[in-house]
């Protein structure tokens, strides 16, 4: 019977905010990394995808957490496969985590959707180019929404960004991770103090690129419910996300 994935990490000093809280950006990067080591392990990684000349990029990103990992905790994240479309697939995550004082439980849930991306036409590709990948499903849900369509916003511009050498990655376009950075730098330090980070869910729409410039869009839609949007100085929409408070 084919079981998840797992990897523990050990949450340093480097890994937390002014709160000792582990970022979501790390968080992001945790989940992603596990995808990514399952993915090399199935022989369906980044490197193996660009031998083809393809590779895969996220589509849809949704994070939702009960409560949030400390210094000298240990995280465990487990991913598998969970659909295989013609165009997307999604992987599902579940994190357990563990305290210093023992304590331990499962603490948040991820769903990730992916694209194949032709790296010659910058277009996604029929997921027939990697058919290997149906073999690795594995048939188990997770109890939070997944990541869903995100409604379009005029809000009021919170900053601006421009696209540099360390916001580039390995297919050549900004770092999915650049995306969360954006948003999440939009609130205050006394914001996160009042506040804990319960959901958070990204729309990737467009590839940022080096050189790219652009703003920030944010708006409060209800209560502890942000909207935001990253859109180019030539009025291109490249992402759009969500996050969801509640107050201490």
Known sequence: MKQPAKLEYKIET??????????????AD????????????????LLDLQAKNCSWVIS????????????????????????VGSVFTTRNFRLTNESEN????????????????????????PMDKVPEIGG???EQDIPIELASRIPDIEGEVASGFEVKYSDIDLNQHTNFLKYIEATCNVLSLDFYAKRTLKR????????????????????????NVFLFKLETDDGVTVSRSRMVFENR
């Open 102 to 125: 023992g304590d331990s439980g499962v603490i948040g849930y991820a769903n990730i959707t992916w694209a194949v991306l032709d790296l010659d036409t910058r277009r996604s590709m």
């Open 30 to 45: 945790m989940i992603a990394a596990t995808a990514g080591k399952n993915a090399d392990d199935q022989g369906l990684g």
């Open 60 to 83: 849809r990103f949704a994070m939702e957490m009960d409560s949030i990992p400390t210094v000298g905790d240990k995280l465990t994240v487990e991913t598998w496969v969970r659909e």
């Open 200 to 223: 958070v869910e990204i729309n990737f729409l467009r590839e940022l690129n080096f050189g790219d410039k652009g703003s920030v869009y944010y708006e409060e839609v209800e209560k």
């Open 14 to 27: 480097g890994h937390v905010d002014f709160q000792r809280n582990i970022t979501p950006i790390v968080l």
């Open 136 to 138: 690795f499903i594995i």
